[in-house]
């Protein structure tokens, strides 16, 4: 049990090397198998680290009992287990659904999700800020392989775009990372929001700017204007259980956001406070306002559901510019509901491209889906979550979003944006929903069934909505403690006393 | 000492982004190699620079931060994979997209006639 915050690293790491290996190597059920073997297990894992956390606080690992500050160090708080905990569910979502078929286009759909998975979940566990960049590294890589997976011209264009990007955003990284590290003397992120106060004269200007590159860097991640243009031509150019996947890349960024922005450079930072404030609040604004642009713009479901991310990241970077514990407890909730929910969407498209032939994901009339009774009830449920509509998790999330804003006092700026985005979702989906599927020319539908694997995995999304309402009452009270706690900074009895300065 | 490594850190960079900013993707990722040389040189003197110092204890008597050299190691290493992935999936955009720049177009005459295509094939 002492070891159970490395778990979410290693099955997926060695799951991933296994199947590079006979006898997992072919792209066969053997192989679906072990993968969704690993994924329940890392959903258990994920499912035991929430209740543990929850039940005896933060837990600590020093990998190798190499001590903290210079150590590796994993921190599962209550903001990385529930995290671990979406991630796990979204694998496994997505790793079904690819069961079903799509993962046989190339040849090592599988073994990529594994690796991307322990990025993922690696970044959401580290304790110092040079290891979120080794775990950012692992997970891009998986997605730069993720993202051509199936190959064709369009995929190959978007990815040369996404990994330049990404390139020159590691390059920003590790100066950052340089600059932070010459100013505090270390990397620990429990230590630098000790030592954050401290730093004046000359270093407060040069930890000013490695601050504000992180910012840049997360900024990339995350989507924020006017770092996005990549985002919408990648995900729509990858195939849906990638996009899906993809749901949750942006939220990494946001999560670091947090990690660093929030907790490091918070209020107790000294003159290093809240530094990055001034920018991303006028950027989160103009995100949002963008991506309700873009959303009312979209030509296919595709690119619909991906600037719905970055209106969904333009909502929660607006929590994160404005630094408290509702804000980021609100975030949270609903930071959860719109990867499931933006997944959802993403999957349900990949099911309609391959029922409508040429048209694809097009808005236009075409031939019918060959399953539009299902097919359009899930889109309609997806449609629901999205919009914010009751009795689903996105009205929840919505609400408590505009609540804590009105406890902030900003309701003036925050709550216009946040309800035209719902505006606007509700008027693109029903668009969007009316010409998919009842726009249809004469002619005989397609025989194309969606295969019951990609069901499961949708279903494991629809099963995770419900239980965020179902279980909302547990799961604000779970959101409210991760905030406070990651507000309070990482328990400091991990650091030998004395530390490094 | 200080101010060559500085000069040299500050040229890497910049010609780097000079690179990248270019249109075709060979000089990009050529821009990218030159930006990862400089933050690896970058990242190295965040442990202030020391001549003669050893990385491990109780062997000078001058030391040097052990941190950063182990930093750059790491950064090395994955700059290293991410500059052949990257140059593999060039190749394979030269070869799919017919052409080496970063947007898939040869020039402006070639978006001119796709332009040009598109409206005949609107038109008929």
């Known amino acids: ?501 | 000492m200080e101010f060559s490594f500085a000069i040299a850190v500050g040229f890497l960079t910049a010609a780097g982004v000079f690179l990248m900013l270019r249109g075709q993707t060979f000089p990009v990722i050529l821009g990218l190699t030159l930006l990862s040389y400089a933050t690896n040189l970058f990242l190295f003197a965040s442990g202030r620079l020391v001549i003669n110092g050893a990385a491990i204890l109780g062997s000078s008597e001058n030391y040097t931060d052990p941190l950063p050299q182990a930093l750059v190691l790491t950064a090395i290493v994955i700059g290293f994979a991410m500059t052949a992935f990257v140059i593999i999936l060039a190749i394979r955009a030269r070869t799919d997209l017919g052409n080496d720049q970063v947007d898939g177009r040869e020039s402006a005459l070639d978006i001119s006639a796709e332009y040009k295509s598109r409206k005949e094939r609107r038109e008929s």
């Not at chain 1, 990638?242 to 907790?263: D, E, Q």
């Not at chain 1, 296919?300 to 407890?329: D, F």
């Open chain 1, 1 to 501: 049990m002492t070891h159970l915050p490395i778990l979410p690293v290693l099955v997926p790491l060695v799951t991933g090397a296994l199947m590079l290996i006979p006898p997992f190597n072919e792209v066969n059920n053997r192989q679906r198998a072990l993968g969704t073997l690993a994924s329940l297990i890392m959903l258990a894992v994920a499912a035991l680290l929430v209740i543990t956390v929850d039940r005896d606080g933060t837990l600590l690992y020093a990998v190798g009992e190499w001590q903290p500050p210079f150590g590796i160090l994993l921190v599962v708080d209550r903001l990385s287990a529930i995290l671990l905990l979406l991630t796990s569910v979204l694998v496994l979502a997505v790793q079904l659904y690819a069961s079903g078929g799509d993962d046989a286009e190339g040849r090592f759909f599988q073994p990529l999700l594994m690796f991307q998975a322990m990025g993922i979940q690696g970044a959401f566990l580290t304790g110092d800020i040079f290891n979120l960049f080794v775990f950012f590294e692992v997970l891009l890589i998986a997605s730069y392989g993720l993202v051509i997976h199936g190959g064709g011209k369009q995929k190959t264009a978007a990815n040369l775009h996404y990994v330049i990007l990404n390139l020159a955003g590691s390059a920003l990284f590790l100066i950052g990372l340089g600059i932070l590290y010459g100013t505090f003397g270390t990397l620990n992120m429990a230590d630098m929001a000790r030592v954050a106060s401290s730093i004046e004269g000359g270093d407060l200007t040069l930890a000013k700017a490695g601050a504000l590159l992180l910012v840049i860097v997360f900024g990339l991640k995350s989507a924020m204007l006017p770092l996005h243009f990549w985002l919408p031509k990648t995900y729509a150019a990858s195939p849906a259980a990638v996009a899906a996947l993809f749901a949750i890349m942006t939220k990494v960024g946001i999560y670091s956001l947090w990690r660093v922005h929030g907790a490091i450079f918070g209020e107790q930072a000294g003159g290093l406070a809240n530094v990055a404030l001034p920018w991303l609040w006028p950027l989160a604004w103009l995100t949002l306002l963008m991506g309700i642009i873009a959303v009312l713009a979209s030509q296919t479901l595709r690119s619909l559901a991906a600037n719905l991310v970055i209106i969904s990241v333009g909502s929660l970077l607006l929590m994160v510019a404005m630094p408290s514990e509702q804000t980021t407890s609100a975030g949270l909730y609903y930071l959860l509901h719109s990867t499931l929910a933006t997944a959802l969407v993403f999957l349900l498209a990949g099911m309609i491209v391959a029922q409508r032939g040429k048209a694809e994901d097009r808005f236009v009339a075409a031939r019918a889906v060959s399953q539009p009774l299902l097919l359009g009830s899930l889109f309609f449920v997806a449609a629901l979550a999205l919009i914010g509509m009751p009795p689903l998790s996105g009205f929840i999330g919505k609400a408590l979003m505009m609540k804590a804003a009105l406890q902030q006092g900003e309701a003036g700026w925050i709550w216009p944006p946040l309800l035209l985005a719902s505006l606007a979702a509700l008027l693109v989906l029903s668009r969007a929903g009316s010409t998919l599927f009842w726009r249809v020319r004469d002619g005989k539908p397609g025989t194309a069934q969606a295969h019951p694997l990609q069901l499961v995995g949708v279903g494991v999304l629809l099963l995770a909505l419900v239980l965020m309402v179902v279980g909302a009452g547990w799961l604000t009270d779970y959101t409210a403690a991760a905030a406070q706690g990651l507000y309070q900074g990482i328990d400091t009895r991990v650091l030998p006393t004395g530390g490094a300065s």
